[in-house]
């Protein structure tokens, strides 16, 4: 499932630029992801002070492929990961986890099918 979003936001980004300037390369679509992703990173942090990971912020990304401009798909991700996180953070910040949601820990939220991990930074 992880593939298919990936390879639909990719797509979706490839596409977009074909129209543009004719075609783009792989590594482009990938960078593209990865700065998408950074951007979510930065905005979750910045609106409710959890910083998640790169791979959770690209998942986030392109479960919302479909969900219109880009600015409203990072805008939903960033929303969605804070809406998921902030009821789990009095006992993230008071216990033994240490403001983190780690891989495999059984407080992480699942949105859209993705796993939401990271750490709190505020």
Not at 13 to 25: D, E, V, W, Y
Not at 32 to 48: F, N, P, Y
Not at 76 to 98: H, N, Q, T, W, Y
């Amino acid at each position: 499932m992880k593939k298919i979003a990936m390879f639909t936001l990719a797509a979706t980004l490839s596409l977009g630029s074909c129209a543009s300037i004719g075609g783009t390369s792989s590594a482009t679509i990938a960078a593209d992801i990865t700065s998408i992703g950074t951007t979510v990173q930065a905005g979750a942090a910045k609106l409710c002070g959890f910083f998640p990971f790169l791979s959770t912020a690209e998942e986030m990304v392109a479960s919302f492929a479909n969900a219109g401009p880009i600015a409203d798909v990072i805008i939903a991700a960033e929303k969605s990961i804070c809406d998921a996180v902030l009821p789990l953070k009095p006992a993230l910040m008071g216990g033994r986890f240490g403001g983190r949601l780690r891989l495999g820990s059984p407080m992480a939220p699942v949105v859209n099918g993705v796993v939401i991990h990271g750490r709190f930074v505020q």
